[in-house]
């Protein structure tokens, strides 16, 4: 089992940026972001796979976040720039056993899930 905590949260204006960061008791094979806004279904927002190659992002956050590891400190983080007022929800950090050439968005393919940081975007 993979142990995440997630940070960085917070509230911003529209246009602002914010960098998330996922604390991993160790570095997954796979390792994603994912948001769940009230009343909507969790939705995939990037990830990266075994040989960090060409991460995958929803198509809604593309050229805004930036996934990327440290795997000297095992953490996962996500920029987020230019952010929306519809980039609001809670944020979760995952990790997957999966190996996966470029990650996945795909939830279920998820094995372990941090506590969520809150992302909250005011136009």
């Known amino acids: 089992q993979v142990d995440l905590t997630e940070s960085g949260g917070g509230s911003v204006q529209a246009g602002g940026s914010l960098r998330l960061s996922c604390a991993a008791s160790?570095?997954?094979?796979?390792m994603g972001w994912f948001r769940q806004a009230p009343g909507k279904e969790r939705e995939g927002v990037a990830s990266?796979?075994?040989?960090?190659?060409?991460?995958l992002y929803a198509d809604s956050v593309k050229g805004r976040f930036t996934i990327s590891k440290d795997t000297g400190e095992n953490r996962l983080n996500l920029q987020m720039d230019n952010l929306k007022p519809e980039d609001t929800a809670m944020y979760y950090c995952?990790?997957?056993?999966?190996?996966?050439?470029?990650?996945?968005?795909?939830?279920?393919?998820?094995?372990?899930w941090g506590q969520g940081t809150q992302v909250t975007v005011s136009s």
């Open positions: 995952a990790a997957s056993k999966l190996p996966q050439w470029r990650g996945t968005l795909i939830g279920a393919r998820y094995d372990d």
């Open positions: 160790q570095l997954a094979v796979t």
């Open positions: 990266i796979g075994t040989y960090d190659i060409e991460p």
